[in-house]
Protein backbone atom coordinates (compact mmCIF):
# COMPACT_ATOMS: atom_id res chain seq x y z
CA UNK A 1 0.00 0.00 0.00
CA UNK A 2 1.42 3.46 -0.95
CA UNK A 3 1.81 6.19 1.87
CA UNK A 4 2.27 9.72 1.10
CA UNK A 5 2.95 11.58 4.34
CA UNK A 6 3.34 15.19 4.16
CA UNK A 7 4.66 18.12 6.72
CA UNK A 8 6.03 21.20 7.47
CA UNK A 9 3.56 23.60 6.16
CA UNK A 10 2.10 26.33 8.31
CA UNK A 11 2.37 30.19 8.70
CA UNK A 12 4.60 32.11 6.68
CA UNK A 13 5.05 35.96 6.20
CA UNK A 14 5.45 37.44 2.42
CA UNK A 15 8.63 36.82 1.32
CA UNK A 16 9.96 34.01 3.76
CA UNK A 17 10.29 30.52 3.14
CA UNK A 18 9.67 26.90 4.24
CA UNK A 19 11.15 23.10 3.85
CA UNK A 20 7.89 21.00 2.97
CA UNK A 21 8.79 17.12 3.29
CA UNK A 22 7.14 14.32 1.88
CA UNK A 23 8.01 10.56 3.29
CA UNK A 24 6.75 7.75 1.12
CA UNK A 25 6.67 4.32 0.39
CA UNK A 26 4.79 0.94 -0.94
CA UNK A 27 6.25 1.57 -4.60
CA UNK A 28 8.81 0.70 -6.46
CA UNK A 29 10.43 3.42 -6.57
CA UNK A 30 12.24 3.23 -9.59
CA UNK A 31 9.22 3.53 -11.90
CA UNK A 32 7.49 7.01 -10.49
CA UNK A 33 8.08 10.30 -10.27
CA UNK A 34 6.83 12.58 -6.87
CA UNK A 35 5.59 15.81 -7.61
CA UNK A 36 4.50 18.44 -5.64
CA UNK A 37 0.64 20.07 -6.27
CA UNK A 38 -1.28 22.64 -4.72
CA UNK A 39 -4.71 24.00 -4.74
CA UNK A 40 -5.94 26.99 -3.84
CA UNK A 41 -9.63 28.13 -2.43
CA UNK A 42 -11.69 28.22 -5.38
CA UNK A 43 -9.00 26.84 -8.14
CA UNK A 44 -7.94 23.77 -9.84
CA UNK A 45 -5.57 21.69 -8.20
CA UNK A 46 -2.04 22.38 -10.21
CA UNK A 47 1.26 21.04 -10.79
CA UNK A 48 4.16 22.64 -8.85
CA UNK A 49 7.59 20.97 -9.47
CA UNK A 50 8.20 17.87 -9.52
CA UNK A 51 11.29 15.35 -10.10
CA UNK A 52 11.55 11.79 -11.55
CA UNK A 53 13.00 8.73 -10.36
CA UNK A 54 16.56 9.61 -12.42
CA UNK A 55 16.67 13.18 -11.17
CA UNK A 56 14.92 14.98 -13.88
CA UNK A 57 13.44 18.01 -12.50
CA UNK A 58 10.16 20.34 -13.97
CA UNK A 59 8.91 23.13 -12.25
CA UNK A 60 5.82 25.52 -12.74
CA UNK A 61 6.69 29.07 -14.46
CA UNK A 62 5.00 30.96 -11.42
CA UNK A 63 7.33 29.04 -8.96
CA UNK A 64 10.66 28.65 -11.17
CA UNK A 65 14.03 29.91 -9.38
CA UNK A 66 11.89 30.12 -6.53
CA UNK A 67 11.41 27.13 -5.36
CA UNK A 68 13.77 23.66 -5.92
CA UNK A 69 12.77 19.68 -4.83
CA UNK A 70 14.98 17.32 -4.31
CA UNK A 71 14.64 13.57 -3.80
CA UNK A 72 16.57 10.40 -1.37
CA UNK A 73 14.99 7.38 -2.27
CA UNK A 74 17.59 6.03 0.36
CA UNK A 75 15.62 8.12 2.90
CA UNK A 76 12.11 7.53 1.35
CA UNK A 77 12.03 11.16 1.17
CA UNK A 78 11.48 14.19 -1.35
CA UNK A 79 11.99 17.91 0.27
CA UNK A 80 10.51 20.96 -1.84
CA UNK A 81 12.15 23.93 -0.66
CA UNK A 82 10.09 27.02 -1.16
CA UNK A 83 11.47 30.71 -1.13
CA UNK A 84 10.40 34.05 -1.38
CA UNK A 85 7.15 33.22 -0.71
CA UNK A 86 4.16 35.55 -2.05
CA UNK A 87 0.13 35.61 -0.54
CA UNK A 88 -0.78 33.44 -4.11
CA UNK A 89 1.07 30.85 -2.98
CA UNK A 90 -1.03 30.15 -0.16
CA UNK A 91 -2.58 26.57 -0.72
CA UNK A 92 -2.98 23.39 0.32
CA UNK A 93 -0.05 21.62 -0.86
CA UNK A 94 0.16 18.02 -1.89
CA UNK A 95 3.01 14.73 -2.31
CA UNK A 96 1.75 12.80 -5.12
CA UNK A 97 3.18 9.99 -7.61
CA UNK A 98 3.04 9.69 -11.24
CA UNK A 99 4.66 7.07 -13.62
CA UNK A 100 7.96 7.45 -14.50
CA UNK A 101 7.22 6.88 -18.14
CA UNK A 102 5.26 10.21 -18.56
CA UNK A 103 7.96 12.22 -16.53
CA UNK A 104 7.89 14.89 -18.76
CA UNK A 105 4.33 15.11 -17.60
CA UNK A 106 4.39 14.49 -14.44
CA UNK A 107 3.13 18.13 -13.42
CA UNK A 108 -0.32 17.20 -14.77
CA UNK A 109 -2.58 16.08 -12.02
CA UNK A 110 -4.08 13.62 -14.51
CA UNK A 111 -1.15 11.31 -14.19
CA UNK A 112 -1.21 11.24 -10.42
CA UNK A 113 -1.51 7.62 -9.15
CA UNK A 114 -1.74 8.31 -5.69
CA UNK A 115 -2.27 11.14 -3.12
CA UNK A 116 -1.14 12.19 0.12
CA UNK A 117 -3.35 13.87 1.98
CA UNK A 118 -2.19 17.54 2.25
CA UNK A 119 -0.80 20.44 3.94
CA UNK A 120 -1.68 23.75 4.41
CA UNK A 121 0.59 26.91 3.99
CA UNK A 122 -0.70 30.29 4.40
CA UNK A 123 1.47 32.80 3.77
CA UNK A 124 0.40 36.21 5.14
CA UNK A 125 1.52 39.49 7.41
Known amino acids: QVHLVESGGGLVQPGGSLRLSCHYS????????IGWFRQAPGKEREGVVCIGSRGSTFAADSVKGRWRTTRDDAEMMVALQVDKLKRDDTAVYFC???????????????????WGQGIQVTVSS
Open 96 to 114: AISPQLFVKRCLDPNHVQV
Open 26 to 33: GFRMDDFA
